[in-house]
């Protein structure tokens, strides 16, 4: 089993509804990171979490410490939100999902 | 723009040569990471670097090195390269050395080994 997983790997949907992706940990942490990568490759990141919930825009990260759980969600999804979003967790190195490829349909 | 720059874009090189990745980190970030993305492997720490001294290390082979100058610019050196070296390798960047500092990554540089 992976210190951090994500669920789903593929997921796939039409624009305008409400996605969720989800990252389990069994790491020790100080900080939790979503990461988003185009299909160009290069990486941007969106958020860091070490408790409670943060939003940027159209996009909501929250995280459970009790529970070792972290939740990415975008509203109103559009088709520029397809990418793949990555989440790493750790108190000092980062171990890093294996992502998960969002693709939204027009 | 992350303010992370990394040179070069793309490097195709043979096996058993040495190549040579840098990274300039973004102004005031005293931390660089190096991290490795094959294609069926997602991102791989390699190891980091804290104000010239190595901080944490990896999943880094032998035969690759780095290290980190007094101008905080970062080199990784990957030496007798094999196929399955090719891969697209990150740098990223943090004013802090610990997970709780935010990351800033530069594009990566896609690495061809035939």
């Known amino acids: 089993k992976n210190e951090v997983e994500q669920s789903p790997q593929n997921l796939t949907a039409q624009e305008g509804e409400f996605i969720t992706i989800n990252c389990s940990y069994s790491?020790?942490?100080?900080?939790l990171h979503w990461l988003q990568q185009h299909p160009g490759g290069g990486i941007v990141s969106l958020f860091m979490l070490s408790s409670g919930k943060k939003k940027h825009g159209r996009l909501i990260a929250t995280i459970n410490i009790q529970e070792k759980h972290s939740s990415l969600h975008i509203t109103a999804s559009h088709p520029r939100d397809s990418a793949v979003y990555i989440c790493?967790?750790?108190?000092?190195?980062?171990?890093f999902g294996q992502g998960t490829r969002l693709t939204i349909n027009p | 723009d992350s303010g992370v720059t990394q040179t070069p874009k793309h490097l195709i090189t043979a096996t058993g040569q040495r190549v040579t990745l840098r990274c300039s980190p973004r102004?005031?970030?005293?931390?660089v990471y190096w991290y490795q993305q094959s294609l069926d492997q997602g991102l791989q720490f390699l190891i980091q670097y804290y104000n010239g001294e190595e901080r944490a290390k990896g999943n880094i082979l032998e035969r690759f090195s780095a290290q980190q100058f007094p101008d905080l610019h970062s080199e990784l050196n990957l030496s007798s390269l094999e196929l399955g070296d090719s891969a697209l390798y990150f740098c990223a960047s943090s004013v802090g050395w610990a997970a709780d500092s935010p990351l800033h990554f530069g594009n990566g540089t896609r690495l061809t080994v035939t």
């Open positions: 790493a967790a750790g108190a000092q190195k980062l171990v």
């Open positions: 790491v020790g942490i100080s900080a």
């Open positions: 102004s005031g970030d005293l931390s």
